[in-house]
């Protein structure tokens, strides 16, 4: 008995006789008469996409999001950079619930931008929820980092 079970980067293994992307695959039995033909069908895993805004709606370029599962302690799921237009892309995602986040930032005229939750927020009680699914697109999970004042610290821990 074995198992035909097909890989590729960014997309949902697919098995011989499985019914969804995550689902198990069926034994097929291979012996010296055997003729099989097996027909796989690949699912990509999902992608959130959105952009970076600035308080006049502008696209903010070179901004990292992270993407996290929409549960706690954070665990990092994904991560995109904008482009020249603000526009970010996160893929090879599992279907889910999402939070997305800025990271903190320092802007060419030195002013700062804190990591932000999409839409706008702080915390994860009312960040937006973006829902993530197989070979789709979870569009529009737009972010606009506050301002505010970066610190970096240094030091030993012991």
Same mark, same amino acid.
């Given at each position: 008995?074995?198992?035909?079970?097909?890989?590729?980067?960014?997309?949902?293994?697919?098995?011989?006789?499985?019914?969804?992307?995550?689902?198990? +695959? /069926?034994?097929?039995?291979?012996?010296?008469?055997?003729?099989?033909?097996?027909?796989?069908?690949?699912?990509?895993?999902?992608?959130?996409?959105?952009?970076?805004?600035?308080?006049?709606?502008?696209? /903010?370029?070179?901004?990292?999001?992270?993407?996290?599962?929409?549960?706690?302690?954070?665990?990092?799921? +994904?991560?995109?950079?904008?482009?020249?237009?603000?526009?970010?892309?996160?893929?090879?995602? @599992?279907?889910?619930?999402?939070?997305?986040?800025?990271?903190?930032?320092?802007?060419?005229?030195?002013?700062?931008?804190?990591?932000?939750?999409?839409?706008?927020?702080?915390?994860?009680?009312?960040?937006?929820?973006?829902?993530?699914?197989?070979?789709?697109?979870?569009?529009?999970?737009?972010?606009?980092?506050?301002?505010? @004042?970066?610190?970096?610290?240094?030091?030993?821990?012991?």
């Amino acid at each position: 008995l074995y198992l035909i079970v097909a890989t590729r980067q960014f997309y949902f293994p697919a098995s011989y006789g499985q019914r969804r992307p995550d689902g198990q +695959g /069926m034994p097929v039995e291979i012996n010296d008469k055997s003729d099989v033909f097996a027909e796989l069908r690949m699912r990509r895993m999902g992608v959130v996409t959105g952009r970076v805004l600035d308080e006049n709606d502008i696209g /903010m370029p070179n901004a990292t999001v992270v993407a996290y599962r929409a549960r706690l302690p954070l665990e990092i799921a +994904g991560r995109g950079t904008s482009d020249d237009r603000g526009v970010y892309r996160i893929f090879d995602l @599992k279907p889910g619930k999402y939070w997305v986040r800025s990271t903190p930032m320092t802007l060419e005229d030195g002013a700062g931008r804190l990591p932000t939750f999409g839409p706008e927020t702080m915390e994860t009680a009312t960040a937006g929820l973006h829902e993530v699914h197989v070979d789709e697109e979870a569009a529009y999970a737009d972010i606009r980092p506050a301002p505010g @004042k970066l610190f970096h610290i240094a030091g030993r821990l012991n």
